[in-house]
């Protein structure tokens, strides 16, 4: 459903990703990872058009993504989960959720408040404070559930368990688990072997912008030097 | 009490206008982050365009009609100016789509004057709220009370807008992180042009529903100008509340201010501002701005480099021309090339502030005109030679600029910019206002150069070596290692001060540095003109500063010089037309548009294009 190939990107001069290749299939929950600096975010960047890869073709469900806005990559059913979070500090949960509400997408699950509320309890006792009253975890949590308001069909999760406490990542990975059963595939970039380990069923390994392992998390484990090499474990 | 009463009143009902006008203006800047000088312009225009309605609408269904349509073509007007003249530009480093805004200002001005001529025109009294009511006595006229009982409505009804609807909830959304926005599946391009139409909506709503009290003139866009970015600013940046009470207090100020300080009333808005923004750095209701949290696409600043020997050999031929420039013997062209230089050394000297110390400031020409006063004043008053009264200039600009830096540094971005304004008006209002001492709109005369600089020539010559040397000088600090805090102060503020730069002083002491050498622009223009009067301190002038600096390119060091002399030179041989401001503006435009990095960043972008294709390519290809 996701096909990049031979991506090429660049940040000013600095060359980041080189001949980037891999895709996704439906219903498949994908880890990316590697270092700081491996270039994990701006593969996802890449796909949402915030970066524009010079060079390379991302085909998502047919549509060719590279030379889209951003809103229309979005439009199309990719759903973005940046790092930072980027939660709309001086608006309120709700309206938060508001923005990132789209309308209802044939054959995809659809998202409302309540679901969302069902699944994320601790928004809906603070549905009317503003974004900014929210701890790190909290604000993760919204920016997921803001980005599922837009019914996506694929998932792109930067970095979720970045600066959480544990607890937390544990209750990340029962979401990502419960996405996964409503058949939407995520692309989850990740430097949290362990995490990565729960809820995904491949891993991609890149190190300096360039693919080094793709493959079935179990023949990941099988080849330790890799994990050595590329994963600060 | 009853006249009490009666002029709280007035200043309620001036206070409808320029909330409905600085309203606009707030949802402009808080949205697209665009600095709109042409705000002004929507505003003049709703009042012509409003006037022509009711002269063809009859009665009252037709007056208030011609309000609202007047709002709702102004919108129209504000909507093809976003897409023309702004949507092309918004990639542009940050703050340059003003210099637009102001090319849009020029255009409009020329030509409401062919549309509706030089004349004022009176506007028609509203039909039904023609008469008085008397309150203790005291006349009050219907159409204000009308005016006070209509604003309310309108704050509501943004209110309501903006906090509980999609649209307002995107908007808002938008104003905090555009990129974010986009990634949600949103089009922002639609919500700017959206929020263009209501902003300028509302200030065309604002020059219609003025009309039977102020009528429509030529001189309106500017007038309201400064008005309403005091409203924005006090109020705080983005907040319609506080854009409320700030214009209640500064018209309801105003109309005691009159009453009972007549000579206060040019000052008193921008010293309501600069008490407000002492205690409170973000207005009454804003909130901190913090750089950066909006997404900005900023791209890393070229590291400046010393000039190349090819860069030197044209700076030499140029300099020899101007040299050999008397052999013309044109009176004309050498009073031309003075101008020049002085503009240049104006521009050189703000471009150090903005460019080098990212320190955007609107009111340069405090210190242009603050040293041209400070040497006329002691020609004038103590009869001080011209030699003293030169080198005073400069200290006397500087000393300004030490006392107006230490008040502004405490704020950053656009309040910086709005609080040096504010404190520029003070100086061109005082100097204004203080007719005995500075002869006020007569400005002070027979300032002359000593007599050994009395010929045009050797006072060319005098001018081509204080000036180039400024120049030079401005260059030459640039490189050294204060340049360097300078500039690292701009980039990084907090790993420059963790490195152990006092970021805080040296932007200070910049801001002394550039004005004392503004001083001295000032210096040589006074004794060149022999004259000046206060328009040398007004808004006008620092905008053609900030105008230059932006055209010429702020990320080059040779930026401010390049474009006040293209522009110097251009306008010299525009004014000669009737519509030259038209075709100012629209140059203006044009230049903005095709070339964002400014004239010289855009050259040299070019030129590093052709020349590193090849480097580019290897990079690639070692990958």
């Not at chain 1, 990049?4 to 000013?12: A, K, L, R, V, W």
């Not at chain 1, 270092?35 to 058009?49: P, W």
């Not at chain 1, 970066?51 to 991302?58: A, D, F, L, M, N």
């Not at chain 2, 901190?288 to 190349?308: D, Y």
């Amino acid at each position: 459903m996701l096909e990049i190939t031979d991506i090429n990107s660049f940040y000013g001069k600095a060359h980041i990703l080189r001949d980037l290749s891999f895709s996704i299939k439906p219903g498949e929950v994908v880890s990316l990872l590697g270092r700081n600096g491996a270039g994990k975010t701006t593969t996802v960047k890449s796909i949402m058009q915030l970066v524009k890869p010079q060079t390379g073709q991302i085909f998502f469900d047919g549509v060719e993504l590279t030379q889209l806005p951003t809103h229309k990559v979005a439009k199309l059913g990719v759903g973005y989960v940046p790092e930072e979070r980027r939660i709309f500090t001086d608006l309120t949960i709700s309206e938060n959720l508001e923005v990132g509400r789209q309308p209802p997408r044939e054959g995809v699950f659809e998202w409302t408040t309540d679901i969302l509320f069902d699944l994320f309890p601790n928004l809906l006792e603070r549905k009317n404070n503003r974004g900014k009253a929210l701890s790190g975890g909290e604000q993760q949590m919204l920016s997921i559930a803001r980005t599922l308001m837009g019914n996506p069909r694929l998932l792109l999760l930067d970095e979720p368990s970045e600066g959480i406490a544990p607890v937390i990542v544990e209750q990340m990975a029962q979401t990502i688990l419960r996405l996964k059963d409503e058949g939407l595939p995520v692309l989850l970039s990740e430097q949290n072997l362990h995490f990565a380990r729960l809820v995904s069923d491949r891993a991609i390994v890149i190190e300096g912008g360039l693919k080094k392992f793709d493959g079935a998390f179990s023949e990941l484990e099988a080849q330790p030097e890799i994990r050595d090499a590329y994963l600060s474990v | 009490m009853g006249l009490f009463v009666a002029q709280l009143l007035t200043g309620l009902a001036n206070a409808a206008t320029l909330f409905l006008v600085a309203s606009g203006l707030s949802l402009i800047f808080g949205v697209t982050r665009i600095v709109n000088f042409s705000h002004g312009s929507f505003y003049m225009l709703g009042a012509f365009v409003g006037y022509s309605l009711m002269q063809v609408l009859p009665g009252a269904i037709g007056f208030w009609s011609s309000v609202i349509l007047s709002g709702l073509i102004v919108g129209v007007i504000g909507v093809i100016v976003e897409v023309l003249v702004l949507r092309p530009v918004y990639k542009a480093p940050e703050l340059f789509q003003l210099v637009a805004t102001f090319g849009v200002i020029l255009v409009i001005q020329d030509l409401a004057l062919m549309i509706w001529g030089a004349e004022d025109v009176l506007g028609p009294r509203a039909p039904g709220l023609k008469g008085i009511v008397r309150f203790m006595g005291e006349p009050i006229p219907k159409y204000d009370l009308a005016l006070i009982a209509i604003t309310p409505f309108v704050l509501f009804g943004l209110w309501y807008l903006l906090t509980k609807t999609r649209v307002g909830v995107l908007v808002r959304a938008a104003t905090q992180d555009r990129e974010m926005v986009a990634a949600l599946g949103v089009n922002q391009s639609w919500l700017f042009t959206g929020v263009f139409f209501l902003g300028a909506a509302l200030a065309g709503l604002g020059g219609a529903i003025q009309l039977p009290k102020g009528g429509a003139d030529l001189l309106m866009d500017f007038n309201i100008l400064a008005a309403i970015f005091v409203v924005v600013v006090i109020g705080g940046m983005g907040s319609l509340p506080g854009a409320y009470i700030a214009a209640v207090l500064i018209s309801v100020l105003n109309v005691f201010g009159v009453a009972y300080i007549p000579q206060s009333t040019l000052v008193l808005m921008f010293v309501v501002m600069a008490v407000v923004l002492t205690i409170r750095p973000y207005g009454l209701l804003g909130r901190e701005e913090v750089a950066g949290e909006h997404g900005q696409v900023g791209e890393p600043e070229k590291p400046i480099k010393p000039a190349s020997g090819r860069a030197r050999i044209v700076v030499g031929l140029l300099l020899l021309g101007l040299v050999c420039l008397p052999l013309l013997d044109s009176h004309f062209v050498l009073i031309l090339a003075t101008d020049i230089i002085i503009f240049c050394l104006f521009a050189a000297s703000l471009h150090f502030l903005l460019g080098l110390g990212g320190l955007v400031s609107f009111g340069h020409a405090a210190y242009f005109g603050g040293g041209a006063y400070v040497a006329a004043l002691l020609v004038t008053h103590a009869n001080a030679p011209m030699e003293l009264a030169f080198l005073m200039a400069p200290i006397g600009a500087g000393f300004a600029a030490v006392i107006i830096g230490w008040l502004c540094l405490r704020l950053t971005g656009v309040y910086f910019a709005m609080l040096t304004l504010a404190l520029a008006q003070l100086l061109w209002s005082l100097v204004f206002q203080w007719d005995e001492f500075t002869g006020g709109d007569d400005g002070l005369v027979d300032i002359w150069p000593s007599a050994w600089l009395s010929e045009a020539t050797t006072y060319f010559f005098f001018t081509v070596i204080i000036g180039v040397g400024g120049i030079l000088l401005l260059r030459h600090v640039a490189h050294s290692p204060f340049g360097y805090a300078l500039r690292a102060s701009r980039d990084s503020n907090r790993q420059a001060e963790a490195t152990g730069i006092d970021t805080k002083k040296i932007q200070w002491m910049a801001f002394t540095f550039a004005g004392a050498m503004a001083g001295v622009s000032g210096a040589l223009f006074v004794f060149s003109k022999g004259s000046v009067f206060p328009n040398e301190l007004e808004i006008a002038k620092s905008f053609d500063g900030i105008i230059v600096v932006f055209l010429g390119g702020v990320k080059t060091l040779s930026g401010g010089v390049v474009g006040a002399a293209s522009l110097e030179l251009v306008k010299d041989y525009l004014t000669r037309f009737e519509y030259w401001r038209l075709a100012l503006g629209l140059l203006i435009i044009f230049v903005v548009i095709v070339a964002p990095h400014g004239i010289v960043g855009s050259i040299r972008r070019g030129y590093e294009r052709l020349f590193s294709r090849s480097t580019t390519r290897v990079d690639g290809e070692s990958s």
